[in-house]
């Protein structure tokens, strides 16, 4: 243990004989240079805290409480506590161990941990957070490991292990010996040994983190030897699948065809739960088909009297008025509607769980573990200590796995037949009552004279989201941090006032949430509050720019607050050739958008000649993230987060009727295709400067944007509803 006075960076042991560390890293924990790049102070400003910030200093007390094993084979092994839904994190993180440990990336190994809930509000993923809280942490982590190998190398050649460096999984001496990581690992983890103060290379030494490097997990992924929840050979899991009602939230009053169809080929058990009636059988197949044939007298659910129309009207109600009264000045002012959206992972939900009368284990693409461990133990009856959740990698997320629906179904119908069970959400499930984000209603309004905006006002009115899996609580843990009129707002007006910023500087700028509080199944969706409301922002900046007769992205560069964002600016500018002539039908496009310590700007160009399928032809996308860690994986996020705005934007949505969304499959809910992808994309990461930002949800606001902007310009029609086409132009699946 190094100590530094009043701050101290403090190791443990945990595993001897081979090297394995819990490194514990807090405020008085931590070196006096490298505290701050730990555990960051809170801007005082309340236009410079975002969401980010404030789950950092949440989950600051345990951010360090991280294992690293070193074993006798050489492999360095980390336990992740966070999960990889698909976007690249594992790869990110390994890239930050390799660093430290100067060490060949095919030598580190990233395991997803279980549920740990000594660490508190720091194990769920989420908001574009996880690079920018593991950083440091990650960074300490395995300096503290090369710096006992250092000095396990130094007592045994009796030399100073400052004399000493590493390289390629090696302590090296001047004299030429050398010792590999798995020869010293033994001698590492003595607890007598007097190491050297662990301080992370300067990111000026980096040679792998900074590089486009490939996925980890790729070749398993495109082999199919990834491992996914349903691929466990859990023994005795029989397959299982729930029969739901026809309507949000519906309810379950009887059964009425039990007996025969406990009857059909297969059939184990027939169990009712809350959401519903599951059917195990010995294969999904029959699974399938017993629920299907399940004759069941459903309650009403929380939602049966309302459809898009009643919805839309609800919102526009709610809707709070401007404040600023365009009496004086010239103005411009805009309404805008989104529906509802899926989040159509490739994965369903799913989840295994063993359940015995005095103990549980689980297994599922969970982002919530510790929620998730916490309310499963509570509807079993079962004590914490007894409830195991193992985290799987899962197939895609973006918002919905913070949710644990099927960890907890599996629970309950495993403790309810006795037996271990493998339940899957069918893609009708997972369409109809999976998580959406919700509908919204805006108004936006600015008020300018001569070449100044004087005023924007934008007011948001949505279904209400429901954060029930333990952000509330991390959000409260640091409310009284919050500067004023954040930390008094309620959860939703915080999470939107630290989420939602303009990056422009338009005089008195206000942006207000409405909620309201329809009982549906709602969540965070990629970019959460952002994908619409700054979506609808920068179409309602072009238009100004045409007001104002100024071109849109020198309207953009005049108005906007920061050098970063003219950079990507002028960027995606230059390389897409913005104002360059276009045939009939086609136009370009610009959006920008700033959050999570990140700026991005996207230009694209669309087809419209055949007007009821345009098509986005080419995109070109610079971002600036801080520090980007594997660019490559950065340009993925970017890339996703296009395709998910050429979706919402253009045709993708859910229809809600009588309670329940009508899409029920990819062939319904009309999410972008290989052949609606633009042919050509560029995408731009800038040169690292400072921490790190967030990535993973930065690229759809300002791609939504430009998608609307480009279809205005091409077609002469300002779109107002999003999805643009979004008819229903198929026949729903039965209730």
Wanted: glycine letters at 8%; a negative charge; aromatic letters at 6%.
């Amino acid at each position: 243990m190094a100590d530094h006075g009043r701050r101290r960076f403090l190791t443990y042991l945990v595993a001897a004989p081979t090297l394995a560390l819990a490194t514990q890293v807090g405020a008085d924990a931590v070196a006096p240079a490298t505290a701050e790049a730990v555990i960051p102070t809170l801007p005082a400003p309340a236009d410079l805290v975002d969401l980010g910030d404030l789950l950092i200093l949440a989950g600051a007390p345990t951010a360090g409480m991280l294992v690293l094993t070193i074993g006798e084979d050489g492999l360095v092994t980390f336990r992740l506590p966070r999960e990889e839904v698909g976007q690249g994190l594992t790869t990110a993180v390994a890239m930050l161990v390799a660093e430290e440990l100067d060490l060949g990336l095919d030598r580190v190994r990233v395991e997803l941990d279980d549920a740990r809930p000594e660490l508190l509000f720091n194990q769920m993923t989420g908001s574009s957070n996880s690079i920018r809280s593991l950083y440091g942490p990650v960074r300490h982590t395995a300096a503290a490991a090369r710096a006992r190998l250092l000095s396990a190398a130094a007592q045994r050649w009796g030399v100073s292990a400052k004399d000493l460096r590493t390289r390629d999984g090696a302590v090296l001496a001047s004299d030429g010996r050398s010792a590999s990581y798995g020869s010293l690992s033994s001698e590492a983890a003595a607890p007598d040994l007097q190491a050297l103060t662990a301080t992370p290379k300067p990111e000026s030494a980096h040679t792998l983190v900074g590089t486009a490097t490939s996925r980890i997990d790729a070749r398993a992924m495109v082999t199919g030897r990834q491992q996914y929840t349903l691929d466990l050979d859990i023994p005795g899991a029989k397959p299982c699948m729930v029969r739901r009602p026809p309507s949000v939230n519906g309810t379950v009053e009887s059964v009425n065809n039990e007996a025969a169809v406990r009857a059909m080929p297969g059939v184990l058990d027939v169990v009712e739960i809350p959401t519903g009636v599951a059917v195990v059988a010995e294969t999904f197949g029959q699974a399938l088909d017993a629920k299907n044939a399940l004759d069941v007298t459903w309650g009403p659910g929380t939602v049966d009297a309302f459809s898009d129309d009643g919805i839309r009207a609800r919102l526009k109600s709610a809707t709070a008025p401007f404040v600023v009264p365009p009496l004086l000045t010239r103005h411009l002012d805009a309404e805008f509607d989104f529906a509802f959206v899926s989040h159509a992972p490739m994965e369903t939900n799913s989840a295994v769980a063993d359940v015995r009368p005095d103990r549980a284990t689980i297994w599922s693409g969970l982002k919530t573990p510790i929620v998730a461990r916490e309310s499963i133990a509570a509807a079993l009856g079962l004590p914490l200590s007894k409830v195991t959740v193992h985290v799987m990698q899962a197939g895609g997320s973006f918002g919905r796995r913070l949710f644990f629906d099927a960890a907890l179904e599996a629970a309950q119908v495993s403790k309810a037949s006795g037996r271990p069970v493998r339940l899957m959400w069918s893609r009708i499930d997972d369409m109809r009552h999976g998580r959406m984000r919700p509908a919204t209603h805006h108004r936006i309004r600015a008020t300018y004279a001569g070449d100044e905006v004087l005023s924007f006002e934008h007011r948001v009115a949505a279904v209400e989201t429901d954060f029930r899996h333990g952000l509330g609580e991390m959000i409260t843990s640091v409310a009284a941090s919050l500067p004023p009129g954040i930390g008094n707002a309620g959860l939703a007006q915080t999470l939107f006032l630290t989420t939602v910023k303009s990056p422009y500087h338009f005089g008195l700028t206000t942006q207000l949430l409405t909620e309201v509080p329809l009982k549906m199944h709602t969540g965070s969706w990629r970019s959460v509050y952002s994908a619409n409301t700054r979506g609808a922002e920068e179409i309602f900046v072009d238009e100004l720019a045409r007001s104002l007769g100024k071109d849109e992205v020198e309207f953009r560069r005049t108005f906007a607050k920061s050098d970063r964002a003219r950079a990507v600016l002028d960027k995606v500018a230059e390389e897409g050739q913005w104002g360059r002539s276009m045939p009939e039908g086609r136009a370009q496009g610009i959006g920008l958008h700033e959050e999570y310590k990140s700026c991005t700007a996207c230009l694209v160009e669309i087809d419209c000649g055949d007007r009821g399928h345009p098509r986005v032809t080419k995109a070109v996308i610079a971002a600036d993230v801080g520090r980007p860690i594997n660019p490559r994986g950065i340009e993925a996020q970017l890339l996703g987060g296009l395709t998910d705005a050429i979706s919402t934007t253009l045709r993708a949505g859910l229809h809600i009727d009588r309670g329940l969304p009508l899409e029920g499959s990819y062939s319904q809910f009309h999410y972008a295709r290989q052949k609606d992808s633009p042919p050509e994309v560029k995408i731009f990461v800038m040169p690292a400067d400072g921490e790190p930002g967030g990535a993973g949800e930065l690229g759809v606001p300002a791609a939504v944007g430009a998608i609307a902007n480009a279809f205005a310009r091409a077609t002469g029609t300002s779109p107002r509803s999003f999805p643009i086409h979004f008819d229903v132009d198929f026949t729903p699946f039965p209730r």
